[in-house]
């Protein structure tokens, strides 16, 4: 283990916890949990589990017990008296093997073995109790309430031996522990050090905040951004850290900063959390807290009202701030003055005061989605680039047009028209056919509801995968049965698939009986044919309805072109008269007869 640094504030209750076995057990310890019973573990609680290990919850070294937990939601302090906001706690299914004093061996998901707990205690919880304890409400709209519903009814609590870290493959020198964390912020010789929670990006606004704090402090930034489980919608934490290296290495002065990724399962629960932030900040060596508006905000409830004052995270932090040690640095609003080319203060700028402002909404869909690159002032241009790489415009972003109907209903027909104008509106297309799949991802596979079936999902998988890589799927397929297709479009995301219902009517298709296999049906020398002896489900609720008795092909293609187009997938067309300018027209009189052809 690292050497402890001096100068630094100590953790909370004077040391780490550590709970990782000694390398001379180790070999033992693992042979033992290879046949004890196992209990697999949530990604959050494989998440709390690493921050127990490692010391990021000291004084705390096990999943809470009933005393500690009941006394964190009633007074935010652990049974001893040590402040602790937050319940960690471990939900179990009863089961044979859950009795106490059972050793039980915990695993995450890919049944890596992470640790072994004794079980000591088995205690029911009471779901409204603790919302309404740490969360201050029971409304569905709280990320967490809507997440405990599915927790487990029992809590588990023990003595816990770790025989592994959670393994982690990304930025791997970036994730420090609190021993790593502490001995490298000793080396920079700062007794002050100011530590910085996000789940975001950070802007110019942020850059220039915590540069601020540093100063006033005179001491060194802890960037410690949150890579565990944040809200969900918050862009992932492989762009967030790309942009945060990047703002490190450039734009902070070496010995002025340390960046370490936290392995936190977040719980939104605002000003609670904000006061957890700190204790586990301190934890990892930081004795100030930059903290702003909305600290660890779930955003607004089923009402429309925001779950927590915006300003509740700092006064519940400055509040205990004496006893945990750990002070607030608050984060007053910045806004940028384009007269002066700097940001300042909201509160030292005079009402009248032109500004300027970009709000995270703002962000995605007026400049992302669009494929406008973001503002210097707003956005360093490094961070600029991994967001637009990360968040492609929607012209450049995936997407499935799905064809369903009776065979010879024109599906085919159409869906090869309207691929070559994607292609021609620079858009790259795969045309997933359904006689053309048949012949090769589906080879075998025949008519029978199940066999459809099979080919349908096989289809959608595939087009799932290119609308993920960013390419433009067609799929032409009978497709006859609703619950499939609906099955297809949450497999591609709804957002993103377009069910064109090509609604030809049966005797349209029979009289044109392009394969002559409808004649074969009818004198049943083909049997479960689709319209004959076989049921087609019309759509109820599809994005398009194509007549292809009174609209030709190219119509039909150019209806669902001008969907796409009005969606943001395809851009528009540049009008076309430059192609032919007035003075080369005049200089070419092939060109000039040409021209006027058109
Ligand atoms: P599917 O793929 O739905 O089985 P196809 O596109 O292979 O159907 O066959 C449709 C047939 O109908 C083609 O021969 C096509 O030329 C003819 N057809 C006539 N009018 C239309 C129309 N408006 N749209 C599409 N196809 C049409
Ligand atoms: P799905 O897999 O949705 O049933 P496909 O588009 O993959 O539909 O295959 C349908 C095509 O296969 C039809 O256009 C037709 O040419 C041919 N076919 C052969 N037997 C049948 C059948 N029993 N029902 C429907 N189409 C059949």
């Known amino acids: 283990m690292p050497v402890e640094s001096q100068l630094l504030i100590p953790p909370c209750g004077g040391a780490l916890t550590h709970l990782l076995v000694a390398r001379e057990e180790l070999e033992e310890v693992k042979a033992q949990a290879s046949y004890l019973p196992t209990l697999q573990l949530t990604e959050r609680s494989v998440c709390d589990l690493e921050l127990l290990a490692t010391g990021g919850f000291s004084p705390l070294d096990r999943f809470m017990g009933r005393a500690d937990y009941q006394s964190v939601l009633e007074r935010m302090r652990l049974a001893d008296g040590h402040l602790f906001p937050i319940p960690i706690t471990l939900p179990v299914k009863p089961g044979p093997d859950l009795r106490l004093d059972q050793e039980i061996t915990l695993r995450d998901a890919k049944n890596e073995i992470l640790a072994i707990m004794r079980v000591e205690e088995l205690y029911e919880w009471d779901a409204a109790e603790e919302m309404h304890h740490v969360f201050g409400t029971t409304d569905l709209r709280h990320p967490l309430v809507a997440e405990m519903h599915k927790w487990e009814k029992l809590y588990a609590s023990g003595r816990l031996c770790v025989v592994q870290l959670p393994r982690h493959y990304d930025f791997c020198e970036l994730r420090l522990t609190p021993a790593q964390t502490r001995a490298r912020l000793g080396a920079l010789g700062r007794e002050q050090v100011v530590a910085f929670q996000t789940r975001n990006p950070l802007h110019r606004a942020h850059e220039e905040m915590t540069k601020r704090a540093v100063g006033e402090k005179d001491g060194v930034l802890l960037l410690h951004p949150v890579v565990g489980l944040t809200k969900s919608g918050d862009i992932d934490h492989f762009s967030r850290v790309r942009t945060y290296k990047a703002l490190a290495q450039r734009y902070y002065e070496t010995g002025q900063i340390l960046l370490a990724l936290l392995p936190l399962a977040m719980r939104m629960a605002g000003p609670r959390e904000a006061l957890w932030h700190a204790l586990i900040r301190r934890n990892y060596g930081a004795n100030h807290l930059i903290i702003g508006r909305d600290h660890a905000s779930p955003g607004k409830d089923s009402t429309g009202r925001p779950f927590y004052e915006p300003y509740a995270a700092q006064e519940l932090v400055q509040q205990a701030s004496a006893e945990l040690g750990v002070g607030v640095v608050p984060f007053q609003e910045l806004v940028y003055l384009p007269a002066e080319r700097r940001y300042e203060e909201s509160y030292k700028i005079p009402a009248d005061a032109p500004t300027v402002s970009i709000s995270g909404t703002q962000v995605r869909e007026d400049y992302l989605n669009k494929g406008r690159a973001l503002p210097d002032w707003f956005t360093r241009p490094e961070v600029a680039e991994i967001l637009s790489d990360s968040f492609p415009p929607r012209y450049r972003q995936g997407v499935c047009v799905w064809f369903t109907g009776l065979s010879g209903a024109g599906k085919s027909t159409t869906a090869e028209i309207l691929t070559i104008m994607l292609l021609e509106h620079g858009r790259q297309v795969t045309l997933l056919d359904g006689d053309v799949v048949r012949t090769n991802l589906s080879k075998g596979l025949g008519f029978s509801r199940e066999e459809r079936d099979i080919n349908i999902r096989r289809i959608g998988f ?137």
């Open 462 to 598: 595939v087009a799932a995968e290119i609308v993920r890589h960013g390419g433009v799927a067609l799929c032409a397929a009978v497709s006859p049965y609703r619950a499939t297709r609906n099955d297809v479009r949450s497999m591609v995301g709804g957002e993103r698939f377009i069910e064109v219902f090509v609604d030809t009517p049966l005797e349209v298709c029979e009289r044109r009986d392009v394969k002559g296999m409808y004649a074969q049906a009818r004198r049943g020398e083909i049997k479960d044919f689709t319209g004959i002896d076989d049921a087609y489900e019309p759509p109820q609720h599809a994005e398009i309805t194509l007549d292809t008795v009174k609209a030709t092909p190219e119509e039909n293609a150019r209806r669902i072109l001008d969907m796409l187009i009005a969606q943001g997938f395809v851009r528009d067309l540049e009008p076309a008269r430059d192609v032919y300018p007035a003075v080369a027209a005049a200089a070419d009189p092939a060109l000039t007869a040409l021209a006027s052809e058109r």
